[in-house]
């Protein structure tokens, strides 16, 4: 199993910048992606960024040219960076992670999440 904490979340005036944390703990070895996805108001999740374990990335076109995803393999730590933010971002961001099981398939687990609001 994976443990995941989001922190960095807050209130940010239009066209400022934040950067979002994801702690993971637990199985580490066994994690194949990780990624953030987002809830807005009114909306159903949706993909943000992801980063798989090579390294390659995917960006909701919304976030693309202004959110970066990286992460610290040595502190077992993801993070979104986000810039020129706008009111449409303003969302309860998620951190989630997909583990490789013994049968080759992938369970997901989920952070708790951490507000991020857009507002002036």
């Known amino acids: 199993q994976v443990q995941l904490v989001e922190s960095g979340g807050g209130l940010v005036q239009p066209g400022g910048s934040l950067r979002l944390s994801c702690a993971a703990s637990g199985s580490i070895s066994s994690i194949w992606s990780m990624g953030w996805y987002r809830q807005a108001p009114g909306k159903q999740r949706e993909l943000v960024a992801t980063?798989?374990?090579?390294?390659?990335?995917n960006y909701a076109d919304s976030v693309k040219g202004r959110f970066t995803i990286s992460r610290d393999n040595a502190k077992n730590t993801l993070y979104l960076h986000m810039n020129s933010l706008k009111p449409e971002d303003t969302a309860v961001y998620y951190c989630?992670?997909?583990?490789?099981?013994?049968?080759?398939?992938?369970?997901?687990?989920w952070g708790q999440g951490t507000q991020v609001t857009v507002s002036s």
């Open positions: 989630n992670t997909k583990t490789l099981l013994s049968d080759a398939t992938l369970q997901g687990y």
């Open positions: 980063i798989t374990r090579d390294g390659s990335t």
